[in-house]
């Protein structure tokens, strides 16, 4: 069963063959089209979403109107998985930052795999820990951290998330990713520019400096990458990019 092609996606690919085969009949495949909203807060959640490619936005709305997202959820792992252990009733809202490919399925049937396979359990729990981690980082971040390093930690993650270093997000867009005003965005998106690390154009942006936009971002970078290293690389069996 195992030399069966297993999934892009990060959580499928790193189940054991059993565990993969609770939830194979039940998955669907869907678009993600930019901008789609997934679930509102307190609303239920009724499927999980993990993405092929492309990258979730998870965001909290305040009471002035202000967007502010707290993480992404990519190819290498799933949105939903405190859901299916917990309470369905959404947190935050879930809005498509970068468009692609999701395998999708009922909470209900990812909930039953969890019941059925301690295993398939606590892969679902780690998962969701990693998500939690990148959310109480993305705080500390946004509270102590410049816009110009919070704005290159967050493009560097949607780099990772995507697997391109060109990227169309919108000064909204890049606003919400940092907590930020889009005067702010344009000014520090023009500095990086300037340094040669992007270019941006119209809401196009190329990463053209790693290494410079590596060293331009805050230590939260590096810190949530060691965290989902620790929490979900020693649990993959298929190759993961």
Not at 60 to 68: D, I, M, S, T, Y
Not at 113 to 122: E, G, I, K, L, N
Not at 142 to 147: E, I, R
Not at 164 to 182: C, H, N, W, Y
């Amino acid at each position: 069963m195992d030399s069966a092609p297993r999934s892009p996606n990060g959580f499928l690919s790193s189940l054991t063959a059993d565990d993969f085969e609770l939830i194979r009949p039940h998955l669907r495949t869907a678009d993600l089209t930019q901008d789609l909203v997934l679930v509102e807060v307190d609303e239920t959640l009724k499927r999980a979403y993990l993405p092929h490619r492309g990258v979730i936005s998870l965001v909290v709305k305040l009471a002035r109107g202000e967007h502010v997202q707290i993480a992404m959820v990519g190819r290498d792992s799933i949105f939903g998985a405190f859901a299916a252990l917990g309470d369905p009733i959404a947190l935050n809202s879930a809005v498509v930052l970068v468009p692609g490919v999701a395998s999708t399925i009922d909470l209900d049937q990812l909930r039953a795999a969890a019941d059925q396979s301690v295993t398939f359990r606590t892969l679902l729990a780690r998962h969701g820990l990693a998500v939690y981690a990148q959310i109480q980082q993305t705080a500390g971040c946004n509270a102590s951290h410049t816009v110009e390093s919070r704005l290159a930690r967050c493009l560097l993650h949607t780099r990772d998330l995507s697997g391109s270093d060109k990227l169309v997000l919108t000064q909204e867009a890049m606003a919400q990713m940092i907590g930020a005003r889009r005067n702010s965005v344009s000014l520090v998106a023009n500095t990086l520019q300037q340094a040669n690390f992007i270019h941006y154009s119209r809401g196009h942006i190329e990463i053209t400096n790693l290494d410079g936009l590596i060293k331009t971002s805050c230590e939260c970078y590096a810190t949530v990458k060691a965290q989902y290293d620790r929490l979900l690389r020693p649990h993959i069996h298929g190759a993961v990019a």
